[in-house]
């Protein structure tokens, strides 16, 4: 990679803000993308990181971007998950990042579904993705321009909320990646294909490089 090798070339005292950001922020689908999709996981022991998930966004997070994990729970308003198991499961995925260097800015998480069997998380809302009001949420609270952040994940939720946003789009082929493919080719052409999210983040961290080649830095 152009940008490790930079990296290692900068030498330990070089300040982190020497190093270009890439994006604001990067959200980050959680089952099928970031860790292995289990179905309604709700063993922290059952999170298995995707290969080369820590490395590819150390990158992002020593450059600055932030990095956020937005995932559907349908599985608290169907009676399949509490809170206290998806809490359980995000706290260990942080854990998992965190030791290797990763930081994570936050959890945006819907509870909801329409066909639920609990109540109090049974209805239509603004927030299960292709919604956008958990990324709208962060954009507001931590000021950043959605043009300048990229969406990741495994469905064309995930992709439907970067087309509204106006975000860059990963869709990886991973999780539920093969079943959805056609429906992001059909709805949203420009979106960045990847079979892995290694190779996902490898194609966004170009995607700058080839703007800066029109605009040289100062
Ligand atoms: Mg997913
Ligand atoms: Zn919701």
């Known amino acids: 990679m152009r940008r490790g090798d930079q990296d290692r070339t900068r030498g330990p005292g070089r300040p982190l803000t020497a190093c270009r950001r890439l994006f604001d922020a990067l959200f980050l689908d959680r089952d099928g993308t970031l ?14 990181l995707s290969p080369g998930a820590a490395a590819g966004l150390k990158r992002f997070t020593d450059a600055g971007t932030l990095l956020f994990v937005v995932t559907n729970q349908s599985g608290i308003a169907r009676g399949r998950l509490t809170w206290d198991d998806v809490n359980a499961v995000n706290a260990e995925v942080e854990r998992r990042l965190r030791v290797r260097g990763v930081p994570l800015a936050g959890f945006l998480v819907c509870p909801h579904y329409p066909g639920g069997t609990v109540a ?13 009001a958990l990324h709208r949420r962060a954009i507001r609270a931590f000021g950043l321009r959605p043009e300048r952040c990229a969406v990741v994940g495994d469905k064309w939720d995930d ?3 970067a087309v509204a946003l106006g975000a860059a789009a990963v869709h990886l082929l991973t999780g539920h990646g093969r079943s959805h493919r056609r429906a992001v080719e059909e709805k949203a052409p420009g979106t960045i ?9 490898a194609r966004l ?12 830095s100062p």
């Open 120 to 132: 109090a998380y049974t209805r239509r809302c603004r927030c299960r993705k292709p919604g956008t």
């Open 193 to 201: 294909l990847a079979r892995t999210l290694a190779e996902g983040l």
């Open 159 to 161: 992709v439907g909320a």
């Open 205 to 216: 961290e170009a995607l700058p490089q080839s703007v800066k080649a029109g605009h040289p």
């Open 35 to 48: 860790i292995a999709e289990r179905g309604y996981l709700s063993d922290p022991s059952g999170v298995r």
